[in-house]
C-alpha cells in the first residue's frame, strides 16, 4: 500500500507554499495519486491533519476501499459548500484549488456556492510529487512495458506486406488486454512508408508494402500507469529509397544513444534533448526534428519531466524519475523513423523498462 497520508501531507505543504491552507484535487490521476481512489468522480480534499475524500453513490463502497487513509463523504447537491464547511472544521479558509484542471465554469461554480470561502490558484502541487516514483509505482511501470513487450513480440509474428495498419493496432491491443493490461496507454500509433512522417500518425487502412518501414508507438496500462515505447520496423523487399532510410534509421538511433547516455541524476532534462538533437542536427536533419526528445510517465502517458529544448521549467532528473527517450526524423513524402524507450533513473545512469531491442530490424 502506497502512503497516501505522506503524499497528502507533503501535497498540503505544497498548496501551502501557494499561499492556501488546504487543497481540493478534483483532476482524476492527482485524486488517484493522493488516496489511491480510482474512481472517476470525486473530490480530494486536504487540510491540517484531516483527509477527506467526496464522492457519489456510485462510488462509496470502492472509495472505501480503495482510500483507507481517508474520511469518505458522499456527495450531496452543493459539493463546493461541503467542501467549505469541512475546512472550515479545521479553521482553513483559503481553499487552494488546481488552476491548470478546472475550467471558468467550475470555479465560477465554487464562488457562487461557497462565497465565503477564498479561493486560492495553485500549479503544479501534486505533479510535482509525482515526478519521483515510490518502488511499488515503479514495479507497476515495469510491468506495463514488460506486457507491451510481450504482446509486440506476438505481433511480429504476423507483419507482412498486405496487412494494413489497423490490422497491426488491433492484434497489438488486442494481445495487451490479453497479457494483463487493463486498457492501451493511448490509441496505438502505426505510421508505414510514407505516413512514417507523420509523428503522430494513428493507424489506418493503409497496407504495408515491401521495403517500407513501419513505427509503432504503443503502450499498455496496469494498474493505473502506463507504458510507452516505439519501434520503426522495415519490412522485407526492395524499395527505391532503401539505402536513405537506413541511413536516417541509424542518425535516430545514434541520436537515441546519445540521449540515453545523457541520463543520470543531477543532470537538466533538457540535456537529454540537446545530446540527443546534436546527433540529428549534425547529421543535417535538425529541421526534421520537431518534437521534444522525451517526457515523464506514470499515472498519465504525458506528465513531468519535460525534456525538450525550450522548457518552460527544467527539471533537474532525480534517482526514480521516469522519462522517455524519443528522437526522430519524419521526411514529408518518404518515411519516418522514432525510436522511444521507457527508462528509470538509477544512482548512477538509468535502467530500461521497455525492452524491444532498437537495432535495425528487417522482417
Ligand atoms: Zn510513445
Ligand atoms: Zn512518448
Redesign the pocket.
Known sequence: MEDHRGRAARALAGAQAQGAEALVVASAPNRRYLSGFSGSAGVVLIADGRRWLLTDFRYLEQAEREAPAYEIVPIQRQVWQQVAALAGEVGARRIGFEAEHWTVAQWRRAVSEAPGVEWVETAGVVEALRVVKSPEELQRMATAARIADEALAQVALILRPGLRERDLSLHLEAKMRELGAEGVA?PT?VASGPRGSLPHGLASDRKLEPGELVTI???AVYQGYHS???VTWALAGDHPERARLREVYEVVRAAQAAGLAAVRPGVAASAVDRAARQVIEEAGYGAEFGHSTGHGVGLE?HEAPWASSHPTRDWTLQPDMVI?V?PGIYLPGLGGVRL?DTVVVTQDGYRRLTQADKAWREW
Do not use: A, L, P, Q
Request: proline letters at 0%.
Open positions: 493511448f500509433i508507438d504503443f503502450g510507452d515505447e516505439t502517458v522517455t524519443e522511444e
